[in-house]
């Protein structure tokens, strides 16, 4: 079954305490991308991935990183984690259908940082 | 960069046809996107436009003029299950960067 896996799926932490939230697809897609989501302000995207070892900004990157070894993970990365990066997070990989750009996304992560 | 603009909100009956607008302000375009959303759960993809004109899948139609930087989500036949949020997306020319606008939440009453 096609699908892109993320974990955990709820996190709570305190600041500062590192934290990774995986994302692994099966797909053998090429690109992939992490967005958060707050309320009133949609789906915002933070980085993104063209391929193996080529990452990029999106809109939202600051306090994130993001690395991709490997063709189906992209992890995302908080170095130290403030209470303004409490959100929903959603890994996604796209792909090209004859109609367009695809994308597929995760169940989502809820992270809370007091 | 790019904006995009969509109601808040949306309410309407079961059975009946909607329309949800989107506006958008891009340095490149390279398509609109629409993508559903329940409560809880992930977004999933209805419908793509990269040229002007109306798609039809089913219940769901979707519209793009690229010379009025603007599109539009048709739902017909209502059903209670429709009730959630619907996000417009666009692609830069480039095609790296998909920008979402706000949502629309649309209400379905009996």
């Known amino acids: 079954e096609a699908q892109v896996t993320q974990n955990p799926r709820y996190l709570i932490t305190v600041t500062g305490k590192k934290l990774t939230v995986t994302c692994s697809q099966n797909m053998n897609h090429e690109y992939m991308s992490w967005y958060r989501q707050d309320p009133g302000l949609g789906l915002r995207q933070i980085y993104y991935?063209?391929?193996?070892?080529?990452?990029d900004k999106g809109d939202v990157p600051e306090g994130y990183k993001v690395s991709r070894k490997e063709k189906r993970n992209f992890p995302l990365i908080l170095e130290s984690p403030s209470p303004n990066q409490t959100s929903l997070y959603f890994c996604?990989?796209?792909?090209?259908?004859?109609?367009?750009?695809?994308?597929?996304f995760g169940a989502g992560t809820r992270l809370s940082v007091l | 960069g790019q904006s995009l603009e969509q109601p808040s909100e949306v309410t309407a009956v079961e059975g009946a046809i909607v329309q949800i607008n989107c506006t958008y302000q891009?340095?490149?375009?390279?398509?609109l996107s629409w993508y559903q959303q329940h409560d809880g759960g992930a977004p999933t993809f209805l419908s793509y436009?990269?040229?002007?004109g109306l798609e039809e899948t089913g219940r769901f139609s979707s519209f793009l003029s690229r010379s009025d930087s603007y599109g539009y989500l048709l739902l017909q036949e209502l059903q209670m299950k429709d009730s959630a949020s619907y996000f417009c997306?666009?692609?830069?020319?480039?095609?790296?960067?998909?920008?979402f606008g706000g949502g629309t939440r649309l209400m379905v009453k009996p």
């Open positions: 891009t340095s490149g375009f390279y398509g």
């Open positions: 997306a666009v692609r830069d020319d480039a095609g790296n960067m998909l920008t």
């Open positions: 436009n990269g040229l002007d």
């Open positions: 996604a990989s796209m792909t090209h259908r004859d109609f367009g750009p695809y994308l597929y």
């Open positions: 991935s063209m391929n193996v070892e080529v990452t």
